[in-house]
């Protein structure tokens, strides 16, 4: 089996999962509720709480799947992107125990391991396909051509969508994450009831600065009462911009490339809106689509491991 470790940003994680893609153990522990108070993930406060977590999650994940150490065949790890102190914590961790079992190592990027979270059994997507990855730190459309290559045709310009959601969350005075407040709070909602545009900038990249802007406005424009009455208005009505601008741009971007399967991983995958929008999109299961193990150690089927002792010297990078 493969162990995976993703320690990117405020998630400990660790999971196993066969060779052959089936997963057999998930472990999430979410450290949300430690940064709600600050309204976003502080990094060095991440990093210590990764560190009192890794160990009791990584032997969780083995319980879970009734297996010891003895049937890990390789440690695959999230290398980068993220928080640097945070993806060192999993980084040493992977080391110690592929270090101490002479095992190999695999490094993944965490933009591959959320494409990846589409290649568990039962129902895997094989590549040629085109993927949506909208996340709290990214949005991209890639041009996923096999388990290995992909090419990026967009990207945001300014904020990621579940940064968009995250900030109209807390505008909004919801928690944080945001985007699963929004989401819930939404259903109860007009989405017609404003008008917030979305900025259309050229070629197939997006910008959701404009609409974070759009929202404080409206919401400066409302004392307290008014507010509280008109939220779950505001809600739907900012949920429906940021969806349609992501599902419009997929949409714009399977006709560019002539791709007939489309796909959507990451956090923002989660949302009910856009997975009901994109009828005909495989979104990845709803647990994978925000920060996971399960899909580090997907990724790691299709990469080359470093045998002992190489790994020892691999650094963790914040962006590429
Ligand atoms: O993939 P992820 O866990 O972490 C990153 O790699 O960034 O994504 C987290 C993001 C957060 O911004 C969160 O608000 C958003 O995904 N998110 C959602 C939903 N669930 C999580 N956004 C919209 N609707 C949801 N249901
Ligand atoms: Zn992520």
Known sequence: MILGIETSCDETAAALVTENGELRANVV?????????????????????????????????LEEAEATLDAVDRVAVTQGPGLIGALLVGLAAAKAIAWSRRLPLVPVDHLDGHVASLWLEPDPLEPPFLCLLASGGHTMLLDVRSHTERELLGTTLDDAAGEAFDKGARLLGLGYPGGREIDRLARDGDPRAYAFPVARVPGLDFSFSGLKTALLYAVRELGPAELAARRADLAASYQRAIVRALAERLQEAAERTGRDR?????????????????????????????????MIASAARWRESLPYPRYLALDAYASR
């Open 262 to 294: 489309i796909a959507i991983v990451g956090g923002v995958a989660a949302n009910s809106e856009l997975r009901a929008s994109l009828p005909e999109a495989v979104a990845a299961p709803l647990p994978l689509c925000t920060d996971n193990a399960a």
């Open 29 to 61: 522990s979410s450290q949300a509720e430690l940064h709600a108070r600050y309204g976003g993930v502080v990094p060095e406060v991440a990093s210590r709480r990764h560190l009192e977590l890794i160990d009791l999650v990584i032997r969780e994940a």
